[in-house]
Structures are given as structure tokens and as C-alpha cells.
């Protein structure tokens, strides 16, 4: 056993071994730490779920619309195997199997690439709520395909006469205007302005969080044949 004091608290640890030379270099790696301020006290107490804490905190409070996908499906993978782990025990070795078992599961390396990725955000979260003094060494896998590639014209003319009547007007507005389809189907006629010609994207569908406007010199054509429709 070590014993120091920080803060005024003495600080009790086990070095983990029955040498007194290695208890000595853990004291003196400690007495280190506390004069750069990187020792936390109570750090090898923080659990895998205190992390993912963390993380559901941040994402509600900054209203990240990616909380779902983090939370619910990214963290299910990472709980079936740091479930128990501390975090001080999830070291960069520790990752490596993680990914590997995650590949024997036929996982993709992009998935892989995002789960580690949510993982290393609770790190940095803890980090910077002074819970934690460092994170292992993150090495996202390589491989990982990239989209790529444009619909021609004329193929998209093609698909556009075969859609349903209901999903041709949401196809030609995501294609002319390069809309992402989760703000394309929350658009309400209140963002739209028939005679400006404009459709404006709210600051929550955003990606960037911030207010931008979208001008769609078809956008027009689309509206009118969907009220056609409806007969409005």
C-alpha cells in the first residue's frame, strides 16, 4: 500500500504488487500527478455506466439530435463489453479487442469506427468534468468506405417517373435541393414561401444548429403538383 496527502485528504492505494520497489515508483508517480494536477482522487471508482452518463447529459443538453443513435444503438455494443469495466481499466489494448470481437460479428469498419468514436466522446466528457486525467490512445480501423459517386440526370429522370405518387415530390426536392431527408420531412408550408421560391430549413434540422435558407428554383413545381393532389 502507498499513502499520500492531496488537498489535505490522505489518499490510500494499493500498488498492486507485494514489491516495496514498485509501491515506491507508484508513490512517486503520484506525488507527480498531484503537483501537475493531474491526479483525481476518486478516478478508479468512475464505472463504464458513469461515462454514458456523461454522454446522455451532454447530448441533452446541447439538444443533439444524434442522442438516439449515440445512446440507444452505439453504447449497446460498447456496454456488452466494457459493461463492468472500469474506466481506467479500458486501455488501448482493451479497444483493440473490442474491435476485434466487433469484426468477428461482422460488423462494418465504419460502425466499429463510430461506436469507438462515442466512446472516446464520454472519455473527453469525463475528462473535462474532471472526473478522469487521461484517455487511452484511440485507433479508429482503416478500410472504411467512403460514399462516393453522383446519380446522372437522366437516371434520376428514370427513377423519378417510377416512384409512388406520394414519394415523387419528396425525391425531386431532396435531389434539387440537396436536403438532408430527416428536414425535408419535417418542412411545415409555413417555411415555405411559394412566390420568394425558398424553402427555410429550421435551426433544430439543421446540422450546423444554425438557421439557413435553401433557394430551389423548383421547389415551386413540386409544391404545386403535391396541392394538384390534394386538391389544393
Not at 488537498?7 to 490510500?12: A, D, T, V
Not at 501537475?36 to 443533439?64: C, H, Q, S
Not at 426536392?173 to 420568394?196: H, M, T, V
Request: hydrophobic residues 35%.
Amino acid at each position: 500500500m502507498i499513502s499520500f496527502y492531496h488537498h489535505g485528504r490522505e489518499i490510500r492505494e494499493s500498488s498492486e504488487s507485494e514489491t516495496e520497489a514498485a509501491a515506491r515508483k507508484l508513490l512517486k508517480r503520484r506525488l507527480a500527478e498531484t503537483q501537475t494536477g493531474r491526479f483525481i482522487a476518486d478516478e478508479e471508482r468512475v464505472a463504464f455506466d458513469n461515462l454514458v452518463d456523461g454522454l446522455v447529459t451532454d447530448y441533452r443538453l446541447n439538444k443533439r439530435r444524434s442522442l438516439k443513435s449515440a445512446a440507444l444503438n452505439n453504447v449497446r455494443h460498447l456496454r456488452e463489453f466494457f459493461g463492468f469495466d472500469r474506466a481506467v481499466d479500458i486501455t488501448s489494448d482493451r479497444l483493440t479487442k473490442y474491435q476485434l470481437r466487433r469484426r468477428e460479428q461482422c460488423a462494418s469498419v465504419a460502425t466499429i469506427n463510430r461506436e469507438c468514436a462515442t466512446l472516446r466522446r464520454m472519455f473527453s466528457i469525463a475528462i473535462e468534468a474532471g472526473k478522469l486525467s487521461l484517455r487511452p490512445i484511440f485507433k479508429m480501423l482503416d478500410g472504411e468506405r467512403v460514399r462516393q459517386g453522383f446519380v446522372e440526370h437522366g437516371d434520376f429522370c428514370w427513377l423519378l417517373d417510377h416512384l409512388p405518387d406520394h414519394l415523387g415530390p419528396l425525391v425531386e426536392f431532396l435531389y434539387c435541393g440537396a436536403w438532408r431527408k430527416s428536414p425535408a420531412r419535417n418542412l411545415e408550408w409555413r417555411e415555405i414561401d411559394l412566390q420568394g421560391r425558398v424553402a427555410r430549413l429550421k435551426a433544430e434540422d439543421s446540422k450546423s444548429s444554425e438557421r439557413g435558407f435553401c433557394h430551389w428554383l423548383a421547389v415551386c413545381g413540386s409544391l404545386f403538383k403535391s396541392e394538384r393532389r390534394r386538391g389544393g
